[in-house]
């Protein structure tokens, strides 16, 4: 895994360069997210398996995904991916490009686990807190998971922020094993 994305990085980085130059860093994101979706198919995974299908093959089958031809970036893209032997690089490329893209535009993608669905007034108060701390803005993702028993758990970008019921009673627990 750490090898695929490293193999990726270049392909991210380059069409990140792209899409940020001819601002159309949306149009990209969208492309690279739905060949990812396509890819995880079982058909598009036995094509790109085969090693009796030609790379130059497995490229046009990407392309008739799309209701109407790709344009001449995207076809291209797709061709040296597949000329490469890469197309399966596509989901570390797109996960690279959208925590580039991320940072560009400065949005931090936040997971609020809850034990209980909050309301919406509740996760724009969690979004405002988390952009003021972060100075970021935020995409907010919403999780319930009752075995967190009460409170919340944040994960932000590398940090977690575990203001669980279930978080507080594992420390209480590791402090009395302790003592």
Do not use: C
């Amino acid at each position: 895994m750490a090898e695929n994305t490293t193999l990726a990085r270049p392909y991210a980085k380059a069409i990140f360069e792209l899409a940020k130059s001819s601002d159309r860093m949306l149009e990209w994101s969208r492309t690279l997210n739905f060949l990812v979706e396509a890819l995880s198919t079982p058909e598009m995974q036995q094509l790109l398996g085969s090693p009796t299908i030609a790379d130059v093959q497995k490229a046009f089958s990407l392309y008739r995904l799309f209701g109407e031809p790709p344009g001449e970036e995207i076809r291209r893209f797709i061709y040296i991916l597949a000329e490469n032997q890469r197309l399966e690089l596509l989901p570390e490329v797109t996960e690279d490009f959208e925590r580039r893209r991320a940072e560009e535009e400065k949005i931090l993608d936040v997971e609020l686990i809850a034990a209980i669905q909050l309301n919406d007034n509740e996760v724009q108060s969690f979004k405002d807190a988390l952009s003021n701390r972060f100075e970021q803005d935020i995409e907010l993702s919403q999780t319930v998971d009752p075995r967190i028993l009460g409170g919340v758990v944040i994960r932000a970008g590398d940090s977690v922020l575990d203001h669980s019921l279930r978080g507080k009673l594992n420390k209480m627990q590791e402090a009395l094993r302790r003592a």
